[in-house]
């Protein structure tokens, strides 16, 4: 089954370094997306991804965020100047394109395992 | 905006009991459903959706859950509930399309 795959599983980095995740989303998916969880808290949505360009985020994604395609398989999450505060397991998900009634599974987010950020 | 509210945080059970954790949601639309699950140290993993058709949804291990429109409802059900159903549930919502958003989660313990 497909999967979508995450690296690094865990990070540990100072405040203020800038960190990079690195998904890499099931291969005919189109929309990329990236959440985030607190420890003990619910499943937050960041940034959706859609054609080269973001088509929506949320107030978490201020500017220290940016999100990237770099190659056309891997999509990419920066935070530029870690905070304390940052410190989650960050999800990525994708989807295919059309409607559930004519593409299985259209509309279903896949989730990546996470990655587990770490700011000392 | 889509919410999402699942009223109990923690539930704890014993091996056997049934469980119903509930999830309602407010979005004035149609909108998709979503349970999904997250054991220990896991990824979240879809356990059932609902996008249209009969209201009762069957998923993977046993689960379903029934979608009330009237009562904006989706909850979650199980008759029968094992060890190693332990883990984090998710109701998630979204309309056609649009973002996915997810309540705050249910954490439910079962005891052997």
């Known amino acids: 089954e497909p999967e979508v795959t995450q690296t690094p599983s865990h990070q540990v980095t100072q405040m203020g370094q800038e960190v990079i995740l690195r998904c890499v989303p099931i291969s005919n998916h189109l929309y990329f997306y990236w959440y985030r969880q607190i420890l003990g808290q619910k499943v937050e949505f960041l940034v959706s991804?859609?054609?080269?360009?973001?088509?929506?985020k949320s107030e978490i994604f201020d500017d220290q965020f940016s999100v990237e395609r770099p190659d056309g398989s891997n999509f990419t999450l920066k935070i530029r100047s870690t905070k304390l505060e940052d410190s989650a397991m960050y999800f990525c998900a994708s989807r295919g394109e059309g409607t559930p009634a004519i593409v299985a599974g259209a509309n279903v987010l896949t989730f990546g395992a996470g990655s587990r950020l770490t700011v000392l | 905006a889509q919410s999402v509210s699942q009223h109990n945080h923690h539930v704890i059970l014993s091996e056997a009991a049934s469980l119903e954790l509930g999830c309602n949601y407010s979005y004035g639309g149609t909108v998709n459903l979503f349970w999904y699950v997250q054991y220990p140290g896991q990824h979240l993993q879809l356990l059932l959706k609902y996008f249209s058709g009969d209201p009762l949804v069957k998923g993977i291990k046993g689960f379903e859950a029934e979608f009330i429109k009237s009562k904006f409802s989706f909850n979650l059900r199980k008759p029968s509930v094992q060890w190693s159903d332990t883990a984090e549930y998710f109701c998630?919502?979204?309309?056609?399309?649009?973002?996915?958003?997810f309540g705050t989660g249910t954490r439910l313990l079962v005891s052997p």
């Open positions: 991804f859609y054609n080269n360009e973001i088509s929506e």
């Open positions: 998630a919502v979204n309309a056609h399309f649009q973002k996915l958003v």
